[in-house]
């Protein structure tokens, strides 16, 4: 029997840290579902893409982590372990990483499991909400010659609109985005009555109050992806229309990932990142 079957949330941390055990390398460890491991399975085969493919156009190739996590995630049902999105990352050509997490625990158990994989290559950690870190990240991220990658994995709507627009404005970058649906919006915007600390933190995630409107409409999750989809262009990103569901085994959706891009042909490495699932079946959309 592993230390995770039975295993009830209440032995999760706040930051999602398991508080039974530590990883077989000592550290903290990160409590998923199985459905991290699909996350990871799109983000790998982007990665793979993004890194290869724009390799002999673009010298410096960064992947920065909004919400890094410590780098290692262990499935609850099955107590397996498995590499978080930093460490996939850093099996691909990028040239430089950014990584920002909130936790202090987690950034020092990332730093541990980073350095002896960087090989040489650049690399910063910075510790802080990553809406009001952006000052640093951009001080560590040099624009000539560069393209980026951000993947922007919270739990649920840590992500602001204003954050998304100022790499809009300041990056050359391609986002990967996590659309807490089943996660957060549907469960929350089911409620009658939700508090202003709610209110205000999903005006910040779409940017504006127009989802209350469409919150009276009652209507299907796409309307809401759909409406953060219209932000995203209105601050000149093209979306595409492949995003992979993310479920949980009563395949009920989680969240949705999202790719915003500038470029067309980011557009077709998700679309060819989306052409075959996890379980190796083509994908119809
Ligand atoms: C879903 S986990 C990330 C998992 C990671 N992307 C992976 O796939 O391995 C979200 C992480 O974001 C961190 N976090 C939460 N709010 C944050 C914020 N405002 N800024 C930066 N990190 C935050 C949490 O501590 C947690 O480690």
Avoid at 109 to 123: C, E, N, Q, S, T
Avoid at 144 to 162: C, E, H, I, N, Y
Wanted: hydrophobic fraction near 40%; proline fraction near 5%.
């Amino acid at each position: 029997m592993n230390n995770c079957e039975g295993c009830d949330l209440d032995s999760r941390s706040e930051a999602g840290l398991c508080r039974v055990q530590l990883a077989s390398d000592g550290l903290p460890i990160m409590c998923v579902g199985a459905w991290a491991e699909n996350k990871h399975y799109y983000l790998n085969r982007y990665c793979d893409m993004f890194a290869v493919g724009t390799k002999n156009k673009w010298p410096r190739r960064y992947y920065i982590d909004l919400f890094s996590g410590p780098g290692l995630a262990i499935n609850r049902e099955t107590g397996q372990e498995a590499d978080g999105s930093p460490l996939i990352a850093l099996l691909r050509p990028f040239t430089d990483f950014v990584f920002v997490e909130a936790n202090p625990e987690s950034l020092e158990a990332l730093k541990m499991r980073v350095k002896p994989l960087l090989d040489g290559r650049h690399v910063n950690f910075i510790l802080g909400d990553a809406n009001d870190t952006l000052s640093d990240i951009v001080k560590n991220v040099r624009q000539q010659g560069s393209l980026s990658l951000v993947f922007a994995d919270p739990f649920t709507v840590q992500l602001k609109m204003r954050t998304v627009q100022w790499l809009a404005n300041h990056f050359r970058a391609d986002i990967l985005l996590h659309f807490p649906y089943g996660t957060y919006l549907r469960r929350v915007l089911t409620l009658t009555n939700l508090g202003e600390e709610t209110i205000t933190a999903i005006d910040e995630f779409f940017g504006d109050t127009e989802w209350h409107k469409l919150r009276s409409l009652r209507p299907n999750p796409h309307a809401y992806l759909e409406l953060y989809e219209d932000k995203l262009h209105e601050l000149g990103y093209m979306t595409g229309d492949n995003y992979p569901r993310m479920a949980n085994s009563r395949n009920a959706t989680l969240y949705y990932l999202v790719l915003a891009s500038k470029d067309e042909l980011a557009l077709k490495f998700w679309k060819s990142a989306n052409e075959i699932g996890p379980e190796g079946q083509r994908t119809l959309f």
